[in-house]
């Protein structure tokens, strides 16, 4: 297991971004972010795999990033053009099980989680 912390969640604008944070315990190739609004099932939004690849739903492509700073055991999220839509509790996901995988956005296969920070999108 690897212990996540998440941070940059916060109630902003339609049109404004965020950049949320998660540092790890340790080092974790295969990483990524999810969230969650209440009543509805948690949704992969980015993930980055062990060659930098990376993975975006749909519904978030062209407006969020992710990134990872490996040295650091940090991962990023770089959320622009924010909607009323991206409100959720946002949290990171890690897989220390397997290294040679693809960006995955299905939440079943990440084995680490942290505790979620919270993003409102006002209009």
């Known amino acids: 297991q690897v212990q996540l912390v998440e941070s940059g969640g916060g109630s902003v604008q339609a049109g404004e971004s965020l950049r949320l944070s998660c540092v790890g315990s340790?080092?974790?190739?295969?990483m990524g972010w999810f969230r969650r609004v209440p009543g509805k099932e948690r949704e992969g939004v980015a993930a980055i795999a062990y060659d930098g690849k990376t993975s975006y739903a749909d519904s978030v492509k062209g407006r969020f990033t992710i990134s990872a700073d490996n040295a650091n055991h940090t991962l990023y999220l770089q959320m622009n053009s924010l909607k009323p839509a991206d409100t959720a509790m946002y949290y990171c996901?890690?897989?220390?099980?397997?290294?040679?995988?693809?960006?995955?956005?299905?939440?079943?296969?990440?084995?680490?989680w942290g505790q979620g920070t919270q993003v409102t999108v006002s209009s």
């Open positions: 340790d080092y974790t190739a295969n």
């Open positions: 996901a890690a897989r220390p099980d397997v290294v040679w995988a693809g960006p995955a956005l299905a939440d079943y296969v990440y084995k680490s």
